[in-house]
T-cell receptor, first 115, second 118 residues
Framework: AQSVTQLGSHVSVSEGALVLLRCNYSSSVPPYLFWYVQYPNQGLQLLLKYTTGATLVKGINGFEAEFKKSETSFHLTKPSAHMSDAAEYFCAVSGGIRRYSTLTFGKGTMLLVSP | DVKVTQSSRYLVKRTGEKVFLECVQDMDHENMFWYRQDPGLGLRLIYFSYDVKMKEKGDIPEGYSVSREKKERFSLILESASTNQTSMYLC?????????????????FGPGTRLTVT
């Protein structure tokens, strides 16, 4: 079984400050890890994903995440927050031997950006 | 540009009505998914389908059924809507992949249908 824990249902930062959204996972098989973003009244959009290879993954809009197997973590960061980054962020994990592996999502973290 | 569309953005139904939510994808994806999203609970998988006429239960299938008669279309059915089914419903699709590798493919989401049952 797989699970995802996102620490903090809400994170507040000032514009220009570092963004750090935390994600820890549990998986019995090598995981595939994803971060999605959801803007108000929209569906989810992929920010970045880790499958294999380089553990530091770069995504869209200046976000990146680092896969740390020893810590079972996949934290999302951005050096400088913009007002347009205000949204809800979801971490997700998949993996396994089936060809149609499903995603298990965390409960989400709402990012609030103040001027 | 890849696209997943859902038949309605907002829907209001009465308790006991039969409700159909439609989802169409234009990416020739094998996998399709239905989730519901509730504040503080994240996304929870209701059903998914990995091929035409094939379906698998997700984490919360009770009170729902699905239909996939064509590859591009996946329908969610609420046989008798209840107020506790008031929620945001999201459809997604993805490639299937080979054994052990299917999970690496991201899911593409539609804009969602906000269903209110009164």
């Amino acid at each position: 079984a797989q699970s995802v824990t996102q620490l903090g249902s809400h994170v507040s930062v000032s514009e220009g400050a570092l963004v750090l959204l935390r994600c820890n996972y549990s998986s019995s098989v090598p995981p595939y890890l994803f971060w999605y973003v959801q803007y108000p009244n929209q569906g989810l959009q992929l920010l970045l994903k880790y499958t294999t290879g380089a553990t530091l993954v770069k995504g869209i809009n200046g976000f990146e995440a680092e896969f740390k197997k020893s810590e079972t973590s996949f934290h999302l960061t951005k050096p400088s927050a913009h007002m347009s980054d205000a949204a809800e962020y979801f971490c997700a994990v998949s993996g396994g031997i089936r060809r149609y592996s499903t995603l298990t999502f965390g409960k989400g973290t709402m990012l609030l950006v103040s001027p | 540009d890849v696209k997943v569309t859902q038949s309605s953005r907002y829907l209001v139904k009465r308790t006991g009505e039969k409700v159909f939510l439609e989802c169409v994808q234009d990416m020739d994806h094998e996998n399709m998914f239905w989730y519901r999203q509730d504040p503080g609970l994240g996304l929870r998988l209701i059903y998914f389908s990995y091929d035409v006429k094939m379906k698998e239960k997700g984490d919360i299938p009770e009170g729902y059924s699905v239909s996939r008669e064509k590859k591009e279309r996946f329908s969610l059915i609420l046989e008798s809507a209840s107020t506790n089914q008031t929620s945001m419903y999201l459809c997604a699709s993805s490639l299937k992949g080979g054994t052990g590798t299917g999970g690496q493919y991201e899911q593409y989401f539609g804009p969602g249908t906000r269903l209110t049952v009164t």
